[in-house]
């Protein structure tokens, strides 16, 4: 650890995290033994020092038949925020195991955004007690917020913010502020909105704070606004505070009124959800959270690797062709896994960057021809090398000048499809509004095997090689 | 495209966009055609009510050989906002073009961190001259912040903040802002230090906002902070920052003093490069963008193939030594990819899981054994499901039971150690300071091709299948 890494650390009033913020396994395995031990105060006494994110990630450290005893013994540290900080998983179970008007006290503390959160994943029949013991303000809020779809930004939004009409001054504004407690607290821009409450303009903090209280809203208010559509997918409402940097946006309705605002810190986990979710997708690992019940993860992935049984198969069969053929050269059989392989490697490379490319919409119409050109060059030169390479190896290795021949031509055939599945393929399923990430790989690594199998037997049957 | 859409796009200042705020194909064409046509007046018209993130869209999805001309045609739009949104390897190439006076100026009207960013690719000769093309102040702070390593805290902070000390009150600080006109414009949060400079505490702006004229910054703020060395990688700032939901964040040097300030717009993109990293890592594209130059990729892509080549070779080399077999019952040649073939599928399920899990910090030494084990128990259930389905399957078809049975046997066993690799491989590299998503799949792959065609082989022929 660097000297300024430690002078971090003993500043941050955390030293039961190390240097990569997470808890030291040495903190988790004290604060278990405490509740082992019975002894409830121990275990509140360590974590109570603990940021919300940590108090969370202990619980989520803890063995699952830990949980219960552990959350018991810090039942008051364990608040909205933690909660809301909490992997969905690990959350929902806990959930599961409060009262209806323990969860509605919770959900009361929090901003709607939060509150729809926890709320969102329990039965409708749990949901429907929570909801009447919450008061009519807040069930009206949340209500609302469970209409929209999942995963928009609806759900994604909070109610709590601050709008005001375009001829107030900078001095009205702050006098407002001042004299009504029950406002947000946490905001970074105010909306401005007209009569009928659509947004006409946003104004960040720090002009109002660098403005003269006489200067009006309508002069220091940029015009220019980014609006959230209410039934907008969370995706994209990512990628749009990507886009233009947002800190926070309003959220209208089909009716262009202001119902609510999406703040960064709501965005920055679904940007790393969705950038992350596309390694996952490719491996047909589903939702791929360590925290899954193992039950769900085998049903998701058991789908995928039957789906891959069906595509090798035809390999198998193409193979099968050739039987006669390997029957007179058993070599082929071993040199033919090489092919296949390193084929399904390259179009792997160009698939993930392919995907890459559209999930970050650096890829469009415009500029299709082009990356598929740009592909193929690159394949050219991979398939080269390889070829040479491997061709040198086996020709020398089997003192078979021609069996080298034949692997470099099926290796430069096979490394070429390959770089044109893997952008075709990906591009094709997106114009087809499709996810690339999911389906792309079954259908590049079938390709790539079969088309292995067949240019490198193939290849050696007809070049009369064989007997 | 639903109503609300079209209600927020007739909102949004520009119809060139379409549904996912990408330039619209047609528009894109109209400019180049414009740029073809040499009437660059139209080509300006067309681009001038763009972002300046559209207008980096626009120049990056033009084709390369047609930027140099569209560049000079709407140079004046062309300024720091619009580079900073600029994809790197674009980027680089335009400011190549331009001479040390142009990227001074600038430079110049741009906050540290995206000047920086134009700066840091130059060459050191080019570099040179643009600093000293620069105004002392600009020249230092840019001087300081590439004397930090690249991909650190230092040179994504800005020196551009608000810094007052304790004892102040609001009013005094809202004096202060209104008066001095050269302090920065966008910010969120004001930070609060000692007379050392060293940072005892933060404001969000609302609060302030929200706080009588009289009240001492020191009752406003919140004394904990979460404080970001200057030396520190800029995924664990990215990681800080997502954990515990900031906006902006203090950056201090080695004694503790404030340097300048990370704000949450300027790692939104780290955040998403990172998470989306894993995928083109995993599958060895390197850095994996569709502006590298083709023969970069060439570079980065061809290391992984020939490494992929010689794991392959291991494969081969297995198969090879069962020839005899083989040669006995050709049927086997057929067969044995499909065994390989899932198990690595299988494989890269776990891994792609468990990497996914270390990058966001959810893995670690409290849980890793809890990991295995839930990684086996999942293997263990896809195991039988895929030897159930594949043993049937093989028996029937080649009405051959003991032929099922092997390829059951040997699906089960390659699976279970696909699992078991998936999740140890991984793991042990991030134990090794290694960074998992580089190597594991060359270790994952290789570990179920060679297992998958020795267990199926090797039981083949112990099994007294065969002769």
Redesign the interface.
Known sequence: M????L??DS???EPQLDE????R?QF??AVLDAVHDGDSARAHALAEPL?P?DIA?LV??A?SEDRAALVSAIADLIDGDVLAEM?DWVREALVESLTATQVADIAAELDTDDAVAIIEDMDVEDQREVLRALDPDDRAAIEEALSYPEESAGRLMQRELIAVPEHWSVGD??DY??KNED??????EIFVVDPSHKPVGTC?????????RVVSMGDVMKR?Q???????DQE?VA?????????SAAV?????RLVGMIT??D???I???E??E???L????GE????EP??D??KG??R???T??LT??V???I??LF?GT??KM??L??????V???GG??G??????????L?????????TL??IQ?EI??AL??GV??AI??GT?VGLFYHHAALGGVIAAAMMTN?FIAGLAGVVVPVTLDRLKADPAVASSIFV?MTT?SMG?LAFLGLASASGLVG
Do not use: C
């Open positions: 660097s000297e300024t890494e002078q971090a500043m941050v009033p990569d913020d997470r808890l396994p988790v395995d940021h994110a990630d989520e450290l063995p992997n504004v702050l502020l001042r406002l947000a607290t946490d905001f970074w960040a903090l720090s002009w109002i704070l660098r403005t003269p220019e980014t609006l959230i559509p209410v039934d907008m994209e990628l749009r505070f990507q886009k233009y940097a947002l800190i209208i309705d089909p009716n262009g960064v810190d965005i920055v986990h940007i790393s959800e950038a992350g596309d390694a996952l490719l491996s047909g690992a791929g959270d360590i925290n193992v039950i993860s085998y992935r058991v995928w690797l039957l891959n049984l090798a198969l390999a198998a069969t193979i099968s039987e390997i029957q058993v070599a059989a071993a040199l033919m896994p090489i296949a392989g390193v490697n390259a792997t490379q160009t698939m993930a960057v392919t995907v890459r490319a999930a970050t919409n650096q890829l469009t119409q415009s500029n082009r990356a740009r060059s690159i030169l991979n090398t390889v390479v491997i190896a490394i690594t095997d199998f």
